[in-house]
């Protein structure tokens, strides 16, 4: 029986997931999304297209592959039914290849202003969410208050939508908070009836009856590791389990099934938002990366605050998912720097440590260890024999340190642009 090849990111997100998801699907039959919502956006370019997925699973444009959102997902029906049809108008017909798990949680109207007044009750303490209802959707959820897509198809469903509306609006009103949803949830319940046009599943079944029938299933994830609502830099993170576990929760698949776990990460670091960052850079160092990286939210358009490669942090994300295959992505950014620096420890509070502290706040200080730049332009690499001395030396580096193998480099944006080794 086959097994679930699972794709990650192992920072704090943008790390690249939606290309290598897209150069990888070939290789298999069924791609599923297992967390998240769509506060992540996934980009891909090819053929001097530009797309942003944001729920839809990276395998849409691999012709004939089943995609699936599975029952960790929360879905917002109207940015959904946007995303669909601006696919279907470049020729990508989802209809006949995408499935909704009945489990995925839906995102309200009321949601996103709640995450909105949350976020204005907070003042300076800020956690700078994109404002898309996820974290209170998740909540929801925890609390056994969510609605769900197989709710969509109940005889009662407006009765248990009235209900979600008066729950929100009774917190609403007790924060203070003045807010009009009426245009908002006209166009929500216009994209609910969108939604059912797709086949709404029991993805549990569908994911498990795949395996058995051996097919090949590659399920991906949305933000990155180091935003795990467990295991991330709490409270700075997500609403989900963005590591490896969350792909069987989220599909409803044991973990016996999992086969290769491919960990994503930039080779350098980059973050969007609130929350501690080792290696930021204020100079002008960080601020070219950030230019030459493009390093704005796919989604949101905020600027990324970007630093060196933290392989203290890389370390603990491997450690946590059981990554076997490393890919690492915006290597080309580099190009022209003459010294490439990566953090090896940090000194907590003077103190040096490998380890993932507790708690990232000020008080922690990295150590580096600096490399040659290599200097030269790695978009023309097509082959790793191809690659400069110094650009191997770099990446042999990060294999001895991690133990796991660098497996597939990008070197630019476009599908062509990646070396397999």
């Not at 890389?314 to 998912?321: E, G, P, Q, V």
């Not at 059981?322 to 953090?343: P, Y």
């Amino acid at each position: 029986m086959k097994k679930v090849d699972v794709i990650l990111g192992l920072q704090w997100g943008d790390e690249g997931k939606g290309k290598v998801v897209d150069v990888l699907t070939p290789n298999y039959d069924v791609v599923a999304r297992f967390q998240g919502g769509p506060n992540a956006g996934h980009t891909l370019e090819f053929n001097g297209e530009k797309y942003v997925l944001r729920s839809i699973p990276s395998g849409i444009f691999q012709g004939g592959k089943a995609n699936v959102i599975g029952g960790g997902v929360v879905l917002d029906a109207i940015l959904f039914r946007k995303e669909a049809e601006e696919l279907a108008k470049s020729g990508h017909d989802l209809t006949k290849q995408l499935s909704l798990s009945k489990k995925a949680h839906l995102i309200l109207p009321t949601h996103r202003v709640l995450d909105a007044a949350y976020e204005a009750a907070k003042g300076s303490a800020k956690i700078g969410t994109t404002g898309k209802g996820i974290g209170p959707t998740y909540t929801d959820k925890i609390s056994r208050n969510g609605m769900r897509v197989g709710d969509l198809l109940s005889p009662n469903f407006k009765a248990i939508y009235a209900a979600a509306k008066a729950r929100h609006e009774a917190i609403l009103k007790s924060l203070n908070y003045d807010y009009n949803i009426d245009e908002l949830e006209q166009e929500w319940f216009e994209a609910v009836e969108f939604l059912k046009q797709f086949n709404i599943i029991d993805s549990e079944f569908f994911v498990n009856n795949a395996l058995k029938a051996d097919k090949s299933v590659l399920a991906e994830g949305a933000q990155g590791t180091l935003l795990d609502v467990d295991f991330g830099s709490y409270p700075f993170v997500t609403s989900s389990n963005t590591v490896c576990a969350g792909a069987c929760t989220g599909l409803g698949i044991a973990p016996n099934r999992i086969g290769e776990v491919f960990g994503i990460f930039k080779a350098y670091c980059t973050r969007v938002g609130s929350g501690p960052f080792p290696t930021e850079l204020f100079d002008e160092t960080g601020a070219t990366l950030r230019r030459i990286g493009h390093e704005f939210g796919a989604v949101t358009g905020r600027e990324r605050r970007c630093g060196w490669l933290d392989l203290v942090a890389l370390k603990y994300s491997i450690m946590i998912n059981g990554v076997t295959q490393l890919i690492m992505m915006k290597s080309d950014v580099m190009n022209d720097f003459e010294t490439v620096r990566v953090a090896t420890s940090y000194k907590v509070n003077g103190v040096e440590t490998t380890e993932f502290p507790y708690s990232i706040e000020e008080h922690v200080e990295p150590v580096y260890t600096d490399f040659e730049g290599w200097q030269c332009d790695l978009r023309a690499c097509r082959t790793y024999e191809e690659f400069p001395e110094a650009f191997k030396r770099y990446v042999d580096f990060i294999e001895q340190e991690t133990g796991v193998p660098v497996k597939i480099i990008s070197v630019g944006p476009d599908r062509d642009e990646t070396v397999m080794r």
